[in-house]
């Protein structure tokens, strides 16, 4: 007996009537998603939007909000900073590669000003201040904020000027970003169906995608899309046999997401012929508290230093866990201690302090003296202001002095609207490949051509980032494709 492949598509001659009829298809109720549905609908077309959970918002609502955004925007120039296209796409070219897509980094860049107008249009508020400390998610509701571009390499890229643009919210920004893309979008006449778990695409014979075959509440449904389908149903870090496949580094942390970034948009695609890139790349956030980091140093299980701890938190994560299996402590003074305000050290405490550095080696397990060996050089050149060794800015560079404290980051951290521990590896990850599409957000099958009336945004494509990333980029690559991807759906008449 055959037995029938789960996300095979399914052929149109095999649906005999469909339960629902649209212009627009729209899978998934993220940033992506909304953006592509508001566009969409403006644009004429009728559009349905399917969430296989209960309500709008995925990963995107549970984000800080940041969103990724240059060039010489109001609130940059509110700030005192002056910005180009040009820089920025330097900066992006940078920071999320290697193999970051330089034709979508080219196009974002040249539009991002346009962009950040398009959202405040959608009703997205940006307060004109700037958060000048390293952070992940700063406790006041700054709307701009550093991410990496005052630190090396990139000062020797592109002119610094920060551009991490937060929606005004103190703490975690990403829930009033949604707020504001579905409020946009069902004002534009979208509609929605949660509840509904998508299956397989329907394919007529010319292989263009026709509808979409869903469950919901055990009942399978068949929708009709008459314009075009739009996956945006999140990544696959919820998928833990796509991550042995393609992923295995990021196996066995913890997971960023909504739980429900099963890759499901990924395969149903795939099985229709898609091609996808990038598929191993994926982001670290390291369980540390960036202003210990910058004011102290980063040491592995050999008491080195192994990147400059004033960097973006995320670079230092992707560096932890590939290049350090996570073993990784913060070494910090009572100094460098004291100076993180209390709200920002986010309950975060010492695992090991000693009156001496020997002691501190001896509490840690180190080799011999190699801790001291690093201490005695980096104090060295901490004295004269400079780090011939990593680069890290004049700024954070100061002689360490005991007592001191170490911090291990497998101690974990908790944002201060959660509760419970968080120990776990020290790292917390999400996937960033994905599908293979255009400008337009046309899947690509396997000859670079794309499926007919097949788009995709979000995580479930490969959008801007090769293998690095930057805080922001997905919420920006997210509702800036996601918009192409509805507007081209959406003339696909």
């Not at 996300?7 to 009537?17: G, T």
């Not at 796509?242 to 066995?252: F, I, N």
């Not at 994560?317 to 004291?338: I, S």
């Amino acid at each position: 007996m055959t037995v029938r492949n789960p996300v095979a598509p399914r052929a149109a001659a095999e649906v005999k009537s469909y339960d629902i009829e649209t212009d627009v298809l729209v899978v998934g109720y993220g940033c992506a998603g909304a953006s592509a549905a508001f566009e969409a609908a403006t644009a004429g077309a009728q559009v349905l939007v399917l969430d296989r959970a209960g309500g709008p918002g995925g990963a995107s609502a549970l984000s800080g909000g940041e969103i990724y955004l240059g060039g010489g925007t109001p609130i940059q120039r509110a700030c005192g900073f002056d910005d180009s296209p040009e820089q920025l796409a330097a900066f992006l070219l940078a920071a999320l590669g290697p193999g970051a897509d330089e034709q979508k980094i080219a196009h974002y860049s040249e539009h991002s000003v346009a962009h950040f107008h398009w959202l405040v249009e959608r009703g997205v508020p940006f307060k004109p201040s700037l958060w000048d400390s390293p952070a992940w998610v700063p406790p006041t509701d700054d709307g701009l904020m550093w991410l990496g571009e005052n630190s090396w390499p990139f000062t020797e890229i592109a002119t610094p000027a920060p551009r991490g643009h937060r929606p005004t919210a103190n703490d975690f920004g990403g829930k009033l970003l949604m707020d504001c893309l579905v409020s946009a979008a069902e004002s534009a006449g979208v509609a929605v169906q949660y509840d509904t778990y998508v299956t397989n695409l329907i394919l007529d014979e010319d292989d263009s995608v026709v509808g979409v075959a869903a469950r919901r509440y055990g009942r399978e449904l068949t929708i009709r899309a008459r314009r075009g389908c739009v996956l945006t149903t999140g990544g696959f870090v919820d998928n833990d046999d796509m991550l042995a496949a393609h992923a295995p580094r990021l196996l066995g942390h913890t997971k960023v997401s909504a739980g429900t970034d099963d890759g499901s948009g990924i395969r149903i695609a795939q099985a229709a012929g898609a091609a996808v890139r990038h598929m191993s790349a994926g982001q670290v956030g390291a369980s540390l508290i960036p202003g210990f980091a910058a004011r102290g140093m980063l040491v592995n299980n050999h008491g080195q230093r192994f990147v400059n701890e004033d960097t973006y938190p995320g670079r230092i994560g992707q560096a932890a866990l590939f290049r350090q299996d996570m073993n990784v402590w913060v070494v910090v003074d009572e100094q460098g201690y004291e100076e993180v305000p209390e709200r920002e050290r986010w309950g975060v405490r010492p695992t090991h302090v000693a009156e001496s550095i020997d002691e501190l080696d001896e509490l840690l397990d180190l080799p011999p003296r190699a801790l001291a060996a690093t201490i005695a050089r980096y104090n060295e050149f901490a004295s004269r202001g400079i780090d011939p060794d990593f680069h890290k800015a004049p700024r954070w560079l100061r002689p360490l002095t005991p007592p001191l404290a170490a911090i291990d980051i497998k101690a974990g951290i908790r944002p201060p609207s959660e509760s419970g521990t968080r120990r776990g590896t020290g790292a917390s990850v999400f996937t960033l490949g994905g599908l293979h599409t255009t400008l337009d957000g046309q899947v690509l099958n396997l000859d670079s051509t794309p499926i007919p009336a097949l788009y995709a945004a979000g995580r479930a494509s490969s959008g801007l980032h090769g293998e690095g990333y930057i805080s922001g980029t997905s919420l920006a690559d997210g509702t800036f494709f996601g918009r192409r991807a509805g507007a081209a759906a959406a003339r696909n008449t």
